[in-house]
């Protein structure tokens, strides 16, 4: 248990639908990130939220939107995605910048039909 | 262009022998490197650390190397234990402002008993 929790664990989805991904954590950390493992593939920072602004986006599509409606909270909204943003989508949280410990939840895998 | 290599996708280590993953970058703007443990169906987590003014780190079994002339460093576990079977992965940081941990695709460890 890290104390960051997501959900869903898994998620079908096919290209037409919007699904949203949704990531709490309890440690009263600052910033929030979201990474996206594809297979064969390094981990890939794709968003990151500090005290609720985002101040990292990684030249991800429109088509993934995030949401941080406040710290201990952060959403990935999905809409139209392509078979190929079928990946593990994992969330992150951290006290600030360079933070040694950044503490990940279990990830949402994620496939696209 | 990846600026963290693992160039071993996988490694076999007998239990109690010494496992050694290596990890090079390209980078020379690093100057913060971290080593993250994942285990199937997990997020990664967070196992030890090294500064670009430092050239070894130890915690417990586990001792991180760095050789900045050569851009590579190691991780290495002393005794290897069944338990340390996971996926190892080599990250870096650049800039003190910075949110941006860039990690390589990962080594696979198994530890035969």
């Known amino acids: 248990e890290t104390g960051v929790t997501q959900t869903p664990r898994h998620l079908v989805m096919g290209m037409t639908n919007k699904k949203s991904l949704k990531c709490e954590q309890h440690l009263g950390h600052n910033a929030m990130y979201w990474y996206k493992q594809s297979a064969k593939k390094p981990l890939e920072l794709m968003f990151v939220y500090s005290l609720e602004e985002r101040v990292e986006n990684n030249s991800v599509p429109s088509r993934f939107s995030p949401e941080c409606p406040n710290s201990s909270h952060l959403f990935l909204h999905l809409h139209t995605l392509q078979p190929e943003d079928s990946a593990l989508y994992l969330c992150?949280?951290?006290?600030?910048?360079?933070?040694?410990?950044?503490?990940f939840g279990s990830g949402t895998q994620l496939s696209v039909l | 262009d990846q600026q963290v290599k693992q160039n071993s996708p996988s490694l076999s280590v007998q239990e109690g022998r010494i496992s050694i993953l290596n990890c090079d970058y390209t980078n020379s703007m690093f100057d913060y490197f971290l080593w993250y443990k994942k285990y199937p169906a997990e997020g990664p987590t967070f196992l030890i650390s090294i500064s670009s003014i430092k050239d070894k780190n130890e915690d417990g079994r586990f001792t991180v190397f760095l050789n900045k002339s050569a851009k590579h460093l190691s991780l290495h576990i002393v005794p290897s234990q069944p338990g340390d079977s996971a996926v190892y992965f080599c990250?870096?940081?650049?800039?003190?402002?910075?949110?941006?941990?860039?990690f390589g695709k990962g080594t696979k460890l198994s530890v035969i008993p």
């Open positions: 992150a949280s951290s006290l600030g910048r360079r933070s040694e410990k950044l503490f």
């Open positions: 990250a870096a940081y650049s800039g003190a402002g910075s949110y941006q941990l860039t």
